[in-house]
């Protein structure tokens, strides 16, 4: 029993080492290839709070603040965020050219759009 929980944290710690991931466990999130781009949240706003970018981009989402946010789509356009604390991040993958609007529902004032073009 013993040799077979040490085979599987392991196991576990070369795949953490080498970057992989189980299904299922990165909702919100795609692979690290293709383009990103990051929007960060200070001060209570997105900056930069409007963002042009092309097809298959990952936006990431930084919360810098020590307050909670998150990343609402109001026409659920895309999967909105649970509530980032002080340092999370949110990420999804804009696979349809479009305008994508954003809020946060914890302090609605603070606005974004996305062109994915």
Known sequence: MRKTVRKFLMLLLMLTL?????PGMAAGTSS???????????KFA????????????KVVW???????????SP??????????????????TFSKPGTYTYFCTVHPFMTG?????
């Open 75 to 92: 026409g659920e356009q895309f999967k909105s965020s649970k509530a980032l604390d002080g340092g999370d991040t949110y990420s999804v």
């Open 18 to 22: 080498s970057g992989a991931a189980l």
């Open 113 to 117: 759009t996305i062109t994915v073009k």
């Open 32 to 42: 690290s290839q293709g383009k990103h781009t990051e929007v960060t949240i200070e």
């Open 62 to 72: 930084t919360n810098k603040d020590e307050e909670p946010h998150t990343v609402t």
């Open 46 to 57: 997105f900056q930069p709070k409007e963002l042009s970018v092309p097809v298959g981009t």
